[in-house]
C-alpha cells in the first residue's frame, strides 16, 4: 500500500500537465509593466501580466494599474482554470475605481468597485446573480492594491498591524506584517532593491519581495497560501513601455 501511494505521488509529479494561456498585451505607453511566472507544486501553471502608469493631475498623483492573470493546470484527475482581468485606479493615498472580470471554477463573476464620499461601493455580478457591498471608508487603513508594506515605516519591532480592504474577497480585514530583511531580486542580468515582507490575515498568508522601480511599487515574488492551496508568483521581466 504504501509503495501505491509513492508510486501514485510519483505519477502526479511526473504527468503535470502545464497549459499557459497567452494573456493580451496591455497598450498603456509610459508604463512599468512587469511579467510573472504561476508557480504550484514546483511546475509553472501560468503567467501574470501587470501594468503601472503614474499620473499628476490636478496636483494628484494618480496611479493607474492593470493585471491580467492566466491559470490553466491538470494534474491527473485534478484540474484548475482561472483568467482574471483587472483594474484599479489610486489617487493620492485612496483606492477610487476598481474592476474585475473573473473567470474560476465555472464561476463567472464581474466586480465594479468606486469609492464615493465616506463609502467605498462594490457591485458584483457572479453568474447573474447581482448583489452591492457598501464599505465605510473609515473601517480601514488601506486597501489591499495599495501595497502599503512597499514603504511604511516598520519601527524597532518591524512589526504593523493594519486594517486592510481586501478587494478580492470585498471584506476588511485585520493583516499583521513583518519585515524580514532587504535584499536583492535578480531579473536577467538586473539587481532590483526590495523588502522581505510576511503577512497573514484570515484569507491568505504570504511572503512577499516589494520595492519600488521609479514612482511604481513592484511586487518581485510571493510565496503564498490561501482557500485554494499554495502557490509561487516570480517576476521574470520589468520594462517601461
Known amino acids: 500500500m504504501k509503495k501505491y501511494a509513492v508510486l501514485l505521488l510519483f505519477l502526479l509529479l511526473i504527468t503535470a500537465v502545464v497549459l499557459s494561456s497567452r494573456i493580451p498585451a496591455i497598450s498603456s505607453p509610459g508604463a512599468i509593466e ?18 503601472q502608469r503614474t499620473a499628476d493631475e490636478g496636483g494628484v498623483k494618480v496611479v493607474h494599474f492593470e493585471n491580467r492573470t492566466a491559470v490553466k493546470a491538470s494534474f491527473l484527475w485534478f484540474r484548475y482554470n482561472l483568467m482574471t482581468s483587472e483594474r484599479a485606479v489610486i489617487k493620492g493615498e485612496n483606492l477610487v475605481s476598481y474592476s474585475l472580470n473573473k473567470k474560476e471554477k465555472g464561476a463567472d463573476v464581474t466586480t465594479e468597485g468606486r469609492l464615493d464620499g465616506d463609502t467605498f461601493h462594490f457591485n458584483v455580478n457572479e453568474n447573474g446573480k447581482k448583489r452591492t457591498i457598501a464599505i465605510p471608508r473609515s473601517s480601514y487603513d488601506h486597501t489591499t492594491m495599495e501595497c502599503p ?16 480592504l481586501d478587494t478580492e ?3 476588511v480585514v485585520e493583516r499583521s506584517y513583518r519585515l524580514v530583511r532587504e535584499e536583492a531580486y535578480r531579473i536577467g542580468d538586473k539587481e532590483y532593491r526590495c523588502r522581505i515582507v510576511d503577512f497573514t490575515d484570515p484569507n491568505k498568508s504570504c511572503r512577499r519581495w516589494i520595492g ?5 511599487v513592484i511586487m518581485f515574488r510571493q510565496d503564498g497560501k490561501g482557500r485554494d492551496g499554495s502557490y509561487s ?9
Open 149 to 164: 508594506e512597499a514603504t511604511m515605516d516598520f519601527g524597532a519591532t518591524g512589526r504593523a498591524v493594519l486594517k486592510m
Open 169 to 171: 474577497f470585498m471584506t
Open 233 to 241: 508568483v516570480r517576476a521574470t521581466g520589468l520594462k517601461r513601455t
Open 34 to 51: 512587469a511579467k510573472y511566472d504561476v508557480l504550484a507544486k514546483g511546475f509553472r501553471v501560468g503567467n501574470i501580466l501587470t501594468s
Open 212 to 216: 519600488k522601480e521609479g514612482d511604481a
